[in-house]
């Protein structure tokens, strides 16, 4: 299957490795594709789009963290940030919540991700569709889409 996220990724010469699991709508995806994976929930992320008035920000956290929002404003150099519901998080992306990538988006938008993923040798994000992921390095996921890292989780 082929997505915007792997569209991207293959174009911009990436090094990464897809996965593939059974998903549906009724859990905490995130979670359940660590476990359906076998990997421990550190090194599985997931996409958060956040949002302060019209601008947009994509934050990636493991799934094993709850993200701060003060945190990832400060981050972001913003006043604020709230989470967008689900239907605007798919009309800024392209993507069904559950299947968020970090990659492909239809919107360019800033990018934090949590310094926690670059202890992981490979971490996991959304290739694009709910039962896929892609692996890959921290440092190449942070190269590819220029990403601020910055502690944005909780305590």
Request: with cysteine; hydrophobic share 40%.
């Amino acid at each position: 299957m082929k997505t915007p996220a792997l569209d991207f990724l293959s174009k911009n010469k990436a090094v990464f490795k897809t996965y593939e699991y059974q998903s549906s709508d009724t859990h905490d995806f995130g979670k359940h594709a660590a476990e359906a994976l076998g990997l421990p929930e550190a090194k599985v992320c997931k996409t958060i789009i956040l949002h302060c008035d019209k601008t947009y920000v994509t934050c990636i956290v493991p799934v094993s963290g709850r993200i701060s929002l003060k945190a990832a404003a400060r981050a972001a150099k913003l006043k604020h940030l709230e989470t967008v519901d689900p239907a605007t998080a798919t009309r800024v992306t392209g993507y069904v919540v559950g299947g968020i990538s970090p990659f492909g988006q239809k919107r360019r938008m800033a990018v934090l991700i949590d310094q926690s993923v670059l202890t992981q040798d490979e971490i996991l994000v959304s290739a694009g569709q709910r039962g896929m992921s892609v692996g890959m390095k921290p440092q190449d996921l942070i190269d590819l889409l220029q990403a601020t890292v910055a502690d944005v989780l909780e305590k």
